[in-house]
């Protein structure tokens, strides 16, 4: 039995969701979060997002919103900044809806809009934005205070401008929403006829 009364969910087996500081994350009851995920403290998920196997989301020190049919792929730390003397409001971390983010990104103090994408083991630092139909590619990492326009593929460490998305690059960004969408009511429905 865990020590602490909201560590375990019965909505969310193997998961750990977590009151920190008096708050309770609130997930939405169509959300799919997949076990071995910590969801803790000022936290909201959103309708059909996907937290997969192994990630963080760890609101204890600011707040972290999450839109509608957003993925948080596997391995994943989704964190914040609190206040400071030089930033009374800290560095909070908000998420769009239909946002792509791959494995083991690192996601901190920033802004992803609706549609944003962030590649494999990409890097947001605080105080970034990555703009809709904006692409932060595998492997990059967005110094503190950028921002990704609107349609810009960035990439690098530190990322820098490569070139504007293509309309294709967009339809494959918003099926992959529409597969994620799809593949966690798949796991979900596993995990409830192995329960």
Same mark, same amino acid.
């Given at each position: 039995?865990? %020590?602490?009364?909201?560590?375990?969910?019965?909505?969310?087996?193997?998961?750990?969701?977590?009151?920190?500081?008096?708050?309770?994350?609130?997930?939405?009851?169509?959300?799919?979060?997949?076990?071995?995920?910590?969801?803790?403290? %000022?936290?909201?998920?959103?309708?059909?997002?996907?937290?997969?196997?192994?990630?963080?989301?760890?609101? %204890?020190?600011?707040?972290?919103?999450?839109?509608?049919?957003?993925?948080?792929?596997?391995?994943?730390?989704?964190?914040? %900044?609190?206040?400071?003397?030089?930033?009374?409001?800290?560095?909070?971390?908000?998420?769009?809806?239909?946002?792509?983010?791959?494995?083991?990104?690192?996601?901190?103090?920033?802004?992803?809009?609706?549609?944003?994408?962030?590649?494999?083991?990409?890097?947001?630092?605080?105080?970034?934005?990555?703009?809709?139909?904006?692409?932060?590619?595998?492997?990059?990492?967005?110094?503190?205070?950028?921002?990704?326009?609107?349609?810009?593929?960035?990439?690098?460490?530190?990322?820098?401008?490569?070139?504007?998305?293509?309309?294709?690059?967009?339809?494959?960004?918003?099926?992959?929403?529409?597969?994620?969408?799809?593949?966690?009511?798949?796991?979900?429905?596993?995990?409830?006829?192995?329960?």
């Amino acid at each position: 039995m865990p %020590d602490h009364p909201h560590a375990a969910h019965p909505d969310h087996p193997g998961a750990t969701i977590l009151t920190f500081a008096g708050k309770t994350p609130f997930i939405h009851t169509s959300a799919f979060i997949a076990p071995g995920c910590r969801i803790i403290g %000022d936290v909201e998920i959103g309708p059909d997002d996907s937290i997969w196997y192994n990630c963080v989301v760890r609101g %204890d020190v600011n707040k972290i919103r999450i839109g509608a049919r957003t993925n948080i792929q596997d391995g994943s730390v989704i964190h914040c %900044d609190g206040p400071d003397v030089t930033r009374p409001q800290g560095w909070p971390t908000t998420i769009g809806d239909d946002v792509l983010i791959g494995h083991m990104a690192m996601i901190h103090g920033c802004d992803l809009k609706d549609r944003a994408f962030v590649g494999l083991g990409a890097v947001v630092m605080n105080g970034c934005t990555v703009e809709s139909d904006a692409m932060l590619a595998a492997g990059a990492l967005l110094s503190p205070g950028k921002t990704i326009p609107h349609r810009q593929l960035w990439t690098g460490r530190p990322a820098k401008y490569v070139r504007d998305l293509t309309d294709e690059a967009l339809i494959d960004m918003r099926e992959g929403v529409d597969r994620y969408v799809h593949n966690a009511k798949a796991h979900k429905g596993a995990l409830k006829a192995s329960a």
